[in-house]
């Protein structure tokens, strides 16, 4: 037994992490292991049959009517232990499986409170790899853990006590001479396996990442001739894998020879030593042959505490990741007693200064724009000027130290969180569209639409005669990522949606960049005559986009450089007159060309 209790305690850190759970599905975890005790209590019946039919054979003493009894009873004990053997693996495996429901679920709304930040310092084959492979180990460990763990306890004591008080004491301790150096062996292997698991379990996620990325940058891949090229990086990273894996199938390979050497040394220990008491009379062949019996019994508890340190380690190994994962802090969170309503009214920055996390240089400094509930304001410049880190700003993506956003008089950081983006439509430059229908795509921020209220906001956004193109209409699923589409419509599709919400604020970072001028000026003219007294925010790189905005603010390095109404940046010998001008003669040469 010394070896069970050295095990347990190597062992108990990974379920004592997990004792909340067990609290919380204690009926199915006591009533499983109760139906593995009884079990084990089953199982010390046909040996003691087998002991009397020996011995009654031995003194020729056995009859027909005996022998149909212990027959009998030993099918009574095979039907018992059926039934009880489908119960616990309902209430253990059924518990575990319940266990990897509650942490992926825990997993998915963490990941949805995180920041962008965390996003950009987790990959997401990584993130992935915490909610398939760790949670699968942390959930085998619940149910084939607890399994082992109760199993190998249960019939290695009742076993051992039965031996020992009621067949021979002293041949029960020297059998059980090798256990203590089986439990130091096993529990050295548990601590390399816990190592070499964590260090296989990062591997696995760097190929889960590179897998992800490739699948979704194949066009590029192709279009680049890179295929052969990836096709030797995804090997080596497999190669690292494998290697990794066959590290840890070392250890592993470890456990079963070690217990079966242990064990084969028991067995010649009791033959040895119990041939002797047999010869001596100290002891019956009945009696031998049930204490052998037994000791054969003892062999799955031993293999079970062995595979018990492989599944623990695995699922420690997999639980600190997962733990460490979700321990993280979210940057954005609700202040105390923040305001639980939507914000509106005018939109006040007053930037200093803002600096993304980790970068040298302030991305924004010294802005300050005021725009008036129903205005819309413009906001252009080069590529990396700041656009659209002002506008996330606005959905408080990123907390500003150095200054401040107001809505209505009060800071967006009063607002509740949730609050504040309800009241924000944003259509992103990197759209997203998920592989279901168009209809749902559209109705994603509200799945109670009427088939009327989608269609109204497809024809806001102009995409309402492209959808009834298509072989099935608004039924139209449009696959991952909106492959199926153009980038035109896809933009279309993001507009609309965001139009859905009908939002007090609706921001649209270079959200018409892939469409025609024509369709642009359509889609500008419909939300100003469908967003009245509704504030909008426009970020492009085609000035006509801009051109009838309320208030236009060309950006440069992170500043504001030019502010004021179409007319009057041109009036000025700026930025945003030499590129409009260039823009339109653009336009003209194109037009010409057509």
Known sequence: MCFLFYGGVVILSIFRDLWWFFKKEKKSYITGIAALLLLALLGLLPPYAIRHVVDQIAAGSLTVKDLLFWSVLCIGVGAASYGLGYFWRIQLFGA??????????????????????????????????HATNDIQAIATTAGEGVLTLADSISIGSVVIFTMAVFIDWKLTLIALIPMPIMAWLTNYYGNLLHQRFHVAQEAFSDTNDKVQENISGMRVIKAFGQEEAEKKVFKELLDDVVEKNIAVAKIDALYDPTIILCVGVSFFLTVAFGSVAVVDGTMTIGELTQFTIYLGHLIWPMLAFGWLFNIVERGRASYDRVQKLLSMKPDIQDQVNAIDKLPTGDIQYQIRSFTYPGSPTPALEDIGVSIRKGETLGIVGK????????????????????????????????????????AIGYVPQEYVLFSMTIKENIAFGRPDATQEEVEEVARI???????????????????????????????????????????????????????????????????????????????????????????????DEGRIVEYGTHQELMENDGWYRDMYERQQLESLVLEGGA
């Open 96 to 129: 575990a499986h319940r266990l990897g429901q509650l942490l992926r679920n825990q997993l998915y709304e963490h990941f949805t409170k995180m920041s962008p930040s965390f996003f950009h310092r987790h990959r997401t084959g990584d993130l992935m790899a």
């Open 383 to 422: 590529t990396g000027s700041g656009k659209t880190t002002f506008l996330r700003l606005l959905l408080r993506e990123f907390d500003i130290q150095d200054g401040v956003i107001r809505i209505g008089g009060c800071s967006i950081t009063d607002y509740k969180l949730h609050r504040l983006r309800e």
């Open 461 to 555: 956004a102009c995409i309402h005669e492209d959808i009834l193109e298509f072989e099935h209409g608004y039924q139209t699923v449009v696959g991952e990522k909106g492959v199926t589409l153009s980038g035109g419509q896809k933009q279309r599709i993001s507009i609309a949606r965001a139009l859905l919400l009908d939002p007090e604020i609706l921001i649209l970072d270079d959200s018409l960049s892939a469409v025609d001028a024509k369709t642009e000026a359509s889609i500008l003219k419909a939300l100003r005559e469908n967003r009245a007294n509704k504030t909008t925010l426009i970020a492009a790189h085609r000035l006509s986009a801009v051109e009838l905005a309320d208030q236009i603010i060309v950006m």
